[in-house]
């Protein structure tokens, strides 16, 4: 039911989004290497390297927004992949205090292996949906401001 659900949610924002005007995006990749990074759930300071793709963009139908975070601490002790994909889907837009209606949605991922001494192995994985309204308001100063619940 969960993979019918993505893949529908999906296809609907590809669809979407083939059809749609993109008015702006931005991309971002860092790669940070070093030591003392308290691994959890490992509870040690450990040598790192973390790795993050993250991606935004407005479009004619809502944003998008999503990351993607690879840590590696070398020699197979503790690696992990965590991401998230966000994806707005503007409901209504109104001239006023109130500039829009949206819907939101949240797909988390996280994958993790911890291999602490020889012979002990450790895997964690979940996946966390979520869904929310929000609204796009008309605070004077500011450009941008939306609220989410």
Same mark, same amino acid.
Request: glycine share 10%; hydrophobic share 40%.
């Given at each position: ?16 989004? +083939? ?13 940070? =290497?070093? %030591? *003392? =990074? ?30 993607? /975070? ?8 503790? *690696?992990?992949? =965590? ?11 109104? /001239? ?30 979940? %996946?966390?949906?979520? +869904?929310?309204?929000?609204? %796009? ?6 450009? =941008? ?5």
């Amino acid at each position: 039911m969960k993979k019918a659900l993505l893949t529908l949610a999906g296809s609907t924002v590809l669809a979407m989004s +083939a059809q749609a005007e993109q008015f702006w995006a931005d991309n971002s990749f860092s790669l940070l =290497y070093g %030591d *003392d =990074y308290k691994m959890v759930p490992a509870g040690e300071s450990t040598r790192a390297t973390v790795m993050t793709l993250e991606h935004v963009s407005g479009h004619s139908w809502g944003g998008m927004f999503f990351f993607i /975070d690879r840590i590696n601490s070398g020699k197979g002790a503790y *690696d992990e992949t =965590y991401g998230e994909v966000s994806p707005t889907i503007s409901l209504a837009k109104f /001239d006023g205090f109130v500039k829009g209606i949206n819907a939101a949605f949240t797909y988390e991922f996280s994958t993790s292996k911890n291999e602490t001494a020889p012979f002990t192995f450790d895997t964690f994985s979940q %996946d966390n949906y979520l +869904a929310g309204v929000g609204v %796009d308001l008309a605070i004077p100063g500011m450009n =941008y401001f939306s609220a989410t619940i």
